[in-house]
């Protein structure tokens, strides 16, 4: 089971069965977002295992945002392009999470157009599918952050 250490961006590029190094969020913390364990062009798997700070209640119930996250991460992986970001999702929460279990995401890109693409991933718990989405992304020309978002808005007003 992973620590809560914030384990380094070295933990990401030692991707199994690959010869495709991760060009984007080489800085996400994998314990909570998962770690890349195989990335081909198109297609990454992603291995969150659930701890205890991800706890929801007394049950042991993960709460679904460490779901998402992972998810969101195995989308942007299978992209792999550095300045990937989600534009929208469409996902279904199917099975609950506890506590203790590993969740494997695979995410896989079937649609290309421009600058967008479309990445399906599917998260399981051993055989039972917990997760589902649609993952929209947008590749910008460079980082969000460094772009000029209002610019047209400034010139309008």
Request: proline content about 1%.
């Amino acid at each position: 089971m992973a620590t809560e250490q914030n384990k380094n961006s070295d933990d990401l590029q030692m991707v199994v069965n690959s010869n495709i190094s991760l060009n984007t969020h080489e800085r996400i913390n994998t314990v909570y977002s998962g770690e890349v364990v195989k990335l081909e062009s198109g297609y990454a798997k992603v291995s969150l295992d659930t701890i205890e700070t991800m706890r929801a209640d007394e049950l042991g119930l993960v709460h679904g945002g460490f779901i998402f996250s992972a998810a969101d991460f195995a989308a942007m992986a299978a992209v792999n392009e550095p300045n990937v970001v989600l534009a929208s999702c469409n996902c279904l929460f199917l099975a609950p999470v506890r506590v203790g279990d590993n969740v494997t995401f695979e995410a896989t890109e079937h649609q290309k157009e421009g600058r967008k693409r479309n990445v399906t991933v599917r998260g399981f718990v051993h055989d039972i599918k917990v997760f589902e989405g649609e993952f929209k992304t947008v590749v910008t020309e460079r980082h969000v952050l460094r772009l000029d978002l209002m610019k047209n808005v400034e010139k309008e007003s």
